[in-house]
């Protein structure tokens, strides 16, 4: 039975974006969620043609490139935590969604925070990219995190977070035998290989 519609799912309703250079024709919601909406829009593209797009549309996530600089190499801080769409422990980088309306840095901070207990001193944009633009509209913003200081983890109630720092060529090495599988923590491994 679906949920009664209450006044913030009519304001997700119109946060829906809408596109800048396609026209929506006609749109069906077949999933209204907390993080995401899954939609059916028939639209016509920039240079005419006529398609149906099921899109899943998302508030947007942050990653946290969380860097102890004070050792040479550097170290990076890794996550694992079981995926159930992967169905396998994953190492990853530290991420979250973004709430609607919140701020991209805020967000990381508070993500930092609550799976790790680190905060950093410094806080520094590192990378802007979609996830998998032929079906999400979903971005994620990487923020390098240098500066950190310990404290303790806040994680939610569905998260069993399991932390750990590696060397720099520890990380790249895992990435490319296949022990990081995530594409998030992938491309962030190999920026910050380029950055140092």
């Given at each position: ?39 059916a829009d028939k639209v016509r593209e920039p240079k005419g043609v006529v398609a149906l797009r099921e899109i899943i ?58 799976e790790t207990g680190l905060t950093a001193k410094h806080w520094n944009h590192a990378l802007h990219f979609y996830v ?31 932390t750990r720092f590696v060397t720099l060529p520890s990380a790249l090495k895992m990435a490319q035998n296949g022990s ?17």
């Amino acid at each position: 039975m679906p949920a009664p519609r209450t006044s913030s799912t009519k304001k997700r309703r119109l946060d829906l974006p809408k596109p800048k250079y396609a026209k929506i024709l006609s749109r069906k919601i077949g999933y209204r969620g907390k993080v995401y909406t899954i939609v059916a829009d028939k639209v016509r593209e920039p240079k005419g043609v006529v398609a149906l797009r099921e899109i899943i549309r998302h508030h947007g996530s942050v990653v946290v490139l969380a860097v102890d600089d004070s050792t040479s190499p550097p170290r990076v801080l890794l996550e694992r935590q079981y995926r159930y769409a992967a169905d396998d422990y994953l190492w990853e980088l530290p991420a979250g969604h973004i709430d609607p309306g919140e701020d991209p840095a805020v967000a990381a901070k508070r993500e930092l925070l609550e799976e790790t207990g680190l905060t950093a001193k410094h806080w520094n944009h590192a990378l802007h990219f979609y996830v998998s633009p032929g079906i999400l509209d979903e971005t994620m913003d990487v923020y390098l995190a240098t500066g950190l200081t310990r404290g303790k983890a806040q994680p939610e109630d569905d998260e069993r977070i399991q932390t750990r720092f590696v060397t720099l060529p520890s990380a790249l090495k895992m990435a490319q035998n296949g022990s990081i599988r995530d594409a998030k923590t992938l491309a962030s491994l190999f920026w910050l290989d380029s950055a140092v």
